[in-house]
């Protein structure tokens, strides 16, 4: 029965991992750019809430109102610094978005300090649910409940709608694009900011459950990648199949191996890179 | 949440001010002629994941230099050398300092640099003092340059599980998290020895790793096992996030939630008062303590910064003024002599009555069980627990592997 509770915990640990790289993987997939500012933006998210909820505001209204000023914020360093940077090997965009991710680590520290704060789950999910000797708090549950609907809005989105055929086909020949008078930079940086806002929400969302602290972002990225990695990098369906996969994972190590459970994750990561180098779902 | 307008205020106004007593960045080469002023290593991560703890214990040993300068009527430098939270800058950093004439060093938070940065200082005879945890600081890596303030892991355990299971002796079932290293084992087997004197049934115990952060599938198999309580044994942001979440799975309303080793105010301030409320918490020190150097302490701070001394600050605060008292004690800075000074002192420091034993140098002081109070309940704003047990409880030197030489 142990086993049965820590897949169930382990799949609600998947969901919020899906959030926290789901954003990674569209800018990936959709802009060919590696993002390593991702984790920087969800410590963000995570702040902006943590900084509206105290000052009074309820935290349904903090928490897209996080992911909107992350999304702006994002869209603007776009603009400014990244998309100079698009036709340059990788490597310029990790030292970039890497010094950018430091920046805004120190900034949060400057402005909330080193210590990290507390964000309470609202009233309304503070409680636990109870099955027999199964408890999983309601807090967890709304989260798992909030990226299946977030998930199938956002494959909507770029699966079913003209805007998504647009910004798809945007990354695949930006060139016929712009010949059919589509502004691809501007597509580039709603793509982003889009990117980023959603990691900006798993920040806000992820806050009842970790605490704010500075260095929270790091870990997140770690998280991130190794997730898009496994599900294959620019594959939406594949983030959601892998953050799956490393939440159930580490939730049954907590069992099996539990000082394992986390090199577990990365151990699959580098099993999947070796026998599947596009990942689980990724596109050639 | 730690008061940002608040930290910074004191910085400037601890930090500051005085013309003896300042905390300086690396960057001074002062004089260290016999008449010079006299300086203080205060070897702290400045820089890293850790630097709010360097900040405050930096602030701490700037206090006490201030305060000591007077008495010893003698300018004070406090160096700060920023260790980055990591052993190998740590010594190379201590090595410079000492080439350049230092000898007296306060600080080392983690133990991992502490435990190399005694070794260089006993090298060049000179004097270490330290508050961080590890047992083998006066364990069986103990030197004549290495002295630890803070209590070790068996009198950590013996002064939390001890009262607990006296004060709850209808609570017979414990379950454990652990960190698997050094730090954590040594808890775990001080843990086990109390629960097999006791009767207690250990019904679990999940380890993790140190860089875990999500608990919920330990905290699923504490549940699953049906304790009575659940005594974290992890500490730091590890602890934070293991209490957090054992509070959002509701475990506060089924069970008794102790966590053994708490880092003191900087914790329960990010924390809150809702989160900690009955839960019980481990301490080396709290501004709350009933003893004239604490109380005298906690009056000054706050008027003078506006702030109240966490464990950071305290921490850095003793070890500093000790390593000063001792330097006048001698009648002199050199390492042998401060060592000799030290050795066997007894005062009056901020928990009571402490003494710094002889053979280990190990400081014997109490350690604290702390219970989280109702935020209705809170007096003030750090106000949020109550002292519920304090005392002392030391392996002796044999026993905890120390073999040194005496001088």
Same mark, same amino acid.
């Given at each position: 029965?142990?086993?049965?509770?820590?897949?169930?915990?382990?799949?609600?640990?998947?969901?919020?991992?899906?959030?926290?790289?789901?954003?990674?993987?569209?800018?990936?997939?959709?802009?060919?750019?590696?993002?390593?500012?991702?984790?920087?933006?969800?410590?963000?998210?995570?702040?902006?809430?943590?900084?509206?909820?105290?000052?009074?505001?309820?935290?349904?209204?903090?928490?897209?109102?996080?992911?909107?000023?992350?999304?702006?914020?994002?869209?603007?360093?776009?603009?400014?610094?990244?998309?100079?940077?698009?036709?340059?090997?990788?490597?310029?965009?990790?030292?970039?978005?890497?010094? %950018?991710?430091?920046?805004?680590?120190?900034? =949060? +520290?400057?402005?909330? /300090?080193?210590?990290? !704060?507390?964000? @309470? *789950?609202?009233?309304?999910?503070?409680?636990?649910?109870?099955?027999?000797?199964?408890?999983?708090?309601?807090?967890?549950?709304?989260?798992?409940?909030?990226?299946?609907?977030?998930?199938?809005?956002?494959?909507?989105?770029?699966?079913?709608?003209?805007?998504?055929?647009?910004?798809?086909?945007?990354?695949?020949?930006?060139?016929?694009?712009?010949?059919?008078?589509?502004?691809?930079?501007?597509?580039?940086?709603?793509?982003?900011?889009?990117?980023?806002?959603?990691?900006?929400?798993?920040?806000?969302?992820?806050?009842?459950?970790?605490?704010?602290?500075?260095?929270?972002?790091?870990?997140? %990225?770690?998280?991130?990648?190794?997730?898009? =990695? +496994?599900?294959?990098? /620019?594959?939406?369906? !594949?983030?959601? @199949? *892998?953050?799956?996969?490393?939440?159930?994972?580490?939730?049954?190590?907590?069992?099996?191996?539990?000082?394992?459970?986390?090199?577990?994750?990365?151990?699959?990561?580098?099993?999947?890179?070796?026998?599947?180098?596009?990942?689980?779902?990724?596109?050639? | 949440?730690?008061?940002?307008?608040?930290?910074?205020?004191?910085?400037?106004?601890?930090?500051?001010?005085?013309?003896?007593?300042?905390?300086?960045?690396?960057?001074?080469?002062?004089?260290?002629?016999?008449?010079?002023?006299?300086?203080?290593?205060?070897?702290?991560?400045?820089?890293?994941?850790?630097?709010?703890?360097?900040?405050?214990?930096?602030?701490?040993?700037?206090?006490?230099?201030?305060?000591?300068?007077?008495?010893?009527?003698?300018?004070?430098?406090?160096?700060?050398?920023?260790?980055?939270?990591?052993?190998?800058?740590?010594?190379?950093?201590?090595?410079?300092?000492?080439?350049?004439?230092?000898?007296?060093?306060?600080?080392?938070?983690?133990?991992?640099?502490?435990?190399?940065?005694?070794?260089?200082?006993?090298?060049?005879?000179?004097?270490?003092?330290?508050?961080?945890?590890?047992?083998?600081?006066?364990?069986?890596?103990?030197?004549?340059?290495?002295?630890?303030?803070?209590?070790?892991?068996?009198?950590?355990?013996?002064?939390?599980?001890?009262?607990?299971?006296?004060?709850?002796?209808?609570?017979?079932?414990?379950?454990?998290?652990?960190?698997?290293?050094?730090?954590?084992?040594?808890?775990?087997?001080?843990?086990?020895?109390?629960?097999?004197?006791?009767?207690?049934?250990?019904?679990?115990?999940?380890?993790?790793?140190?860089?875990?952060?999500?608990?919920?599938?330990?905290?699923?198999?504490?549940?699953?096992?049906?304790?009575?309580?659940?005594?974290?044994?992890?500490?730091?942001?590890?602890?934070?996030?293991?209490?957090?979440?054992?509070?959002?799975?509701?475990?506060?309303?089924?069970?008794?939630?102790?966590?053994?080793?708490?880092?003191?105010?900087?914790?329960?301030?990010?924390?809150?008062?809702?989160?900690?409320?009955?839960?019980?918490?481990?301490?080396?020190?709290?501004?709350?303590?009933?003893?004239?150097?604490?109380?005298?302490?906690?009056?000054?701070?706050?008027?003078?910064?506006?702030?109240?001394?966490?464990?950071?600050?305290?921490?850095?605060?003793?070890?500093?003024?000790?390593?000063?008292?001792?330097?006048?004690?001698?009648?002199?800075?050199?390492?042998?002599?401060?060592?000799?000074?030290?050795?066997?002192?007894?005062?009056?420091?901020?928990?009571?009555?402490?003494?710094?034993?002889?053979?280990?140098?190990?400081?014997?002081?109490?350690?604290?069980?702390?219970?989280?109070?109702?935020?209705?309940?809170?007096?003030?704003?750090?106000?949020?627990?109550?002292?519920?047990?304090?005392?002392?409880?030391?392996?002796?030197?044999?026993?905890?592997?120390?073999?040194?030489?005496?001088?």
């Amino acid at each position: 029965m142990t086993y049965l509770f820590q897949i169930l915990n382990g799949v609600g640990l998947g969901m919020l991992y899906f959030l926290l790289a789901v954003g990674l993987s569209i800018i990936f997939g959709l802009l060919q750019f590696v993002n390593f500012a991702h984790g920087a933006f969800y410590l963000l998210g995570a702040y902006l809430a943590y900084e509206g909820v105290e000052r009074g505001l309820s935290f349904w209204v903090a928490m897209p109102v996080a992911a909107v000023i992350v999304a702006a914020l994002a869209g603007m360093t776009e603009r400014l610094l990244l998309r100079r940077v698009y036709k340059l090997p990788h490597t310029f965009h990790i030292l970039v978005t890497v010094g %950018l991710a430091l920046v805004v680590q120190e900034l =949060v +520290i400057i402005v909330w /300090g080193p210590l990290g !704060g507390n964000v @309470a *789950a609202p009233d309304e999910l503070s409680g636990v649910m109870i099955l027999g000797d199964f408890i999983y708090p309601e807090y967890r549950l709304f989260v798992i409940g909030f990226t299946v609907i977030l998930a199938a809005a956002l494959w909507w989105l770029l699966d079913r709608t003209r805007l998504g055929a647009i910004v798809r086909a945007g990354s695949e020949s930006p060139q016929n694009m712009a010949l059919l008078g589509y502004d691809t930079l501007s597509i580039n940086t709603a793509v982003f900011a889009l990117g980023a806002g959603l990691a900006g929400l798993a920040g806000a969302l992820a806050a009842p459950i970790r605490g704010v602290e500075p260095f929270m972002g790091v870990e997140a %990225l770690g998280i991130a990648f190794v997730v898009v =990695v +496994i599900g294959g990098m /620019g594959s939406y369906a !594949g983030a959601l @199949a *892998a953050g799956i996969l490393v939440g159930v994972a580490q939730s049954l190590m907590a069992t099996l191996w539990p000082e394992g459970a986390r090199l577990v994750i990365y151990l699959g990561m580098a099993g999947i890179i070796m026998a599947m180098p596009r990942g689980l779902l990724g596109r050639a | 949440m730690q008061d940002r307008r608040a930290f910074l205020k004191g910085s400037l106004v601890v930090g500051a001010g005085a013309v003896s007593g300042v905390a300086l960045p690396g960057l001074l080469r002062s004089a260290r002629a016999a008449d010079g002023p006299l300086v203080i290593g205060a070897p702290l991560p400045i820089s890293g994941a850790f630097a709010a703890n360097g900040k405050f214990a930096s602030l701490g040993a700037a206090f006490a230099a201030r305060e000591a300068a007077a008495a010893l009527g003698r300018k004070i430098v406090v160096t700060d050398i920023d260790t980055e939270g990591k052993p190998a800058p740590a010594a190379r950093k201590l090595q410079e300092a000492m080439a350049q004439g230092t000898r007296l060093f306060a600080g080392g938070i983690l133990s991992s640099e502490a435990l190399v940065m005694g070794k260089e200082a006993t090298k060049s005879e000179g004097v270490f003092i330290t508050t961080a945890g590890a047992d083998e600081i006066t364990g069986s890596d103990c030197n004549r340059g290495t002295f630890r303030w803070s209590v070790p892991t068996f009198g950590a355990i013996a002064q939390t599980v001890r009262p607990l299971i006296e004060q709850m002796p209808q609570a017979k079932r414990w379950y454990t998290i652990t960190p698997q290293y050094v730090f954590g084992e040594g808890l775990l087997s001080a843990a086990k020895m109390v629960f097999q004197e006791k009767g207690i049934e250990h019904v679990g115990n999940s380890y993790h790793s140190l860089a875990e952060k999500e608990f919920s599938g330990y905290l699923t198999n504490a549940i699953a096992a049906k304790p009575d309580v659940l005594l974290l044994l992890n500490f730091g942001s590890q602890s934070s996030d293991a209490l957090r979440q054992a509070v959002s799975f509701g475990l506060k309303k089924r069970m008794t939630i102790v966590l053994a080793w708490a880092s003191g105010l900087e914790q329960f301030e990010a924390l809150g008062a809702d989160l900690c409320e009955g839960v019980y918490f481990g301490a080396q020190y709290w501004h709350g303590i009933d003893s004239p150097l604490n109380k005298e302490l906690v009056s000054k701070l706050r008027e003078s910064a506006k702030m109240t001394p966490n464990y950071s600050f305290a921490g850095s605060y003793q070890i500093t003024k000790l390593l000063l008292d001792a330097v006048a004690k001698a009648g002199s800075a050199e390492g042998p002599a401060v060592i000799k000074a030290l050795e066997g002192l007894g005062y009056l420091g901020l928990t009571g009555h402490e003494e710094i034993r002889a053979a280990d140098h190990q400081v014997i002081k109490d350690y604290y069980l702390l219970k989280g109070k109702a935020k209705s309940a809170m007096k003030d704003k750090d106000d949020f627990a109550n002292v519920v047990n304090a005392g002392k409880s030391f392996l002796s030197p044999e026993a905890a592997g120390c073999k040194m030489q005496q001088g």
